[in-house]
Nanobody, 130 residues
Framework: QVQLVESGGGSVQAGGSLRLSCAASRYGAYIYNMGWFRQAPGKEREGVAHISIMGSNTYYTDSVKGRFTISHTISLDNAKNTLYLQMTSLKPEDTAMYYC???????????????????WGQGTQVTVSS
């Protein structure tokens, strides 16, 4: 069982920065992969960035390469993961609801598909104005 809670969304002007956080509380589960997805109104949910918890390998969709950075930490008691998404040089087209996702079934190579994640957060809104 995993609970994911995102925070850090907000409204910024183009060129600005935001840092999203996702607190992942684990109850007897091990997280193999984590990722950030986003969904704009009228569009499908798309993967933005992914990370393997062991080894910290990362993957970015082309539209955010060089602007977004995904990272994670693990608490000292190994009970909580925290996922981050540092977003810089934001553009109006980055406007969307951003979701954190986790996979506990097994490790998969990056990037995991949307269907391969089995836990999701409730989302945090990011709005970039021109």
């Amino acid at each position: 069982q995993v609970q994911l809670v995102e925070s850090g969304g907000g409204s910024v002007q183009a060129g600005g920065s935001l840092r999203l956080s996702c607190a992942a509380s684990r109850y007897g589960a091990y997280i193999y992969n984590m990722g950030w997805f986003r969904q704009a109104p009228g569009k499908e949910r798309e993967g933005v960035a992914h990370i393997s918890i062991m080894g910290s390998n990362t993957y970015y969709t082309d539209s955010v390469k060089g602007r977004f950075t995904i990272s994670h930490t693990i608490s000292l008691d190994n009970a909580k993961n925290t996922l981050y998404l540092q977003m810089t040089s934001l553009k109006p087209e980055d406007t969307a609801m951003y979701y954190c996702a986790a996979r506990t079934i097994s490790w998969v190579s990056l990037p995991p598909s949307r269907e391969q994640y089995n836990y999701w957060g409730q989302g945090t809104q990011v709005t970039v104005s021109s």
